[in-house]
């Protein structure tokens, strides 16, 4: 299992010329500080993506703004080749005053969507590289209350821009029935003020199969999510990815203790393809369609 991400297996998407000569996939992970961002990208891609943390000397100037940090890694599986890029946004919501914290991250997006329409532009587009976000995963605090106005307003502000995937961060800190009653307030709270979160689709011509998967999928969502890096040993000795507690080990990879591994398929696996495929057809399209009018076209 080590560094095996399980792209390759996509069992609904085509695999197509370009397919096979190397995508792109870009992830956004947005959330305060802590709520295990880095953690969660780490237990995606089965791979150190971010080194453990060094020693990090404080500075009397602490940052004002969100930065945007860009990490990249080339995976090949049965002869396919993914470049994946991690967008990570820290500094997110960590300011005293975080009205505008979605900016710098709907920058990122468009200027993403920009130089992709620059590209198309080229006479010559044989080479376009594509680095718009495909999907971002939005950390809410497993507070058990409802979603706050940073969460609201960020999702409002990004959410005609990007697929966005709500997830409950640090879900080993609450119970089932915890879990379960704040999953329905935050669906309450995106229904009540209009946000459009990803939703995935099936299709007529799915067989009964892919239609089950994707409704149990989405029946997840948000995804209560536990992220770690490190193995563990559970009582009947094996070695798993997980949290360990006084009361017991919650593991990572098993579907009864948290949704990391439907979250992962459904990223990964089923709907890797629909994921780029809305990006360009309606975010992207939107976006171009919209620039051009402003340009008088
Ligand atoms: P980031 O600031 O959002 O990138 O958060 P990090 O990934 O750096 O994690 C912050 C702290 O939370 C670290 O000590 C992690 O070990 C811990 N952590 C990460 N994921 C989880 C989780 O799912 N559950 C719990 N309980 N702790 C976590
Ligand atoms: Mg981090």
Known sequence: LQGYVGFANLPNQVHRKSV?????FTIMVVGESGLGKSTLVNTLFNAPLYPPKEHVPLSDESPKTVSIQVLSTDI?????????????TPGFGDFINNEESWKPILETIESRFDAYLEQENRVNRSKITDTRVNACLYFIAPTG??????????MKRLHNKVNLIPVIAKS?????EEITAFKERILLDIAHH???IYHA????CDDIETINETKDVMSKIPFAIVGSDRLVETSDGRQVRGRKYPWGIIEVDNEEHCDFVKLRQML???HMEEL?????????ENYRTEKLLAMGY
Do not use: A, C, P
């Open 20 to 24: 096979k000569k190397g995508f792109n």
């Open 76 to 88: 090949e599986e049965n002869g396919v080749r993914l470049k994946l890029n991690v967008v990570d």
């Open 145 to 154: 209350h409802s979603l706050k106005s940073l969460d609201i307003e960020f």
């Open 172 to 176: 080993d800190t609450m119970t089932n």
């Open 194 to 196: 209009d946000i459009k």
């Open 201 to 204: 689709q099936h299709y007529d």
């Open 268 to 270: 990964i696996r089923t």
């Open 276 to 284: 780029r495929e809305f990006t360009n057809d309606i975010h992207y």
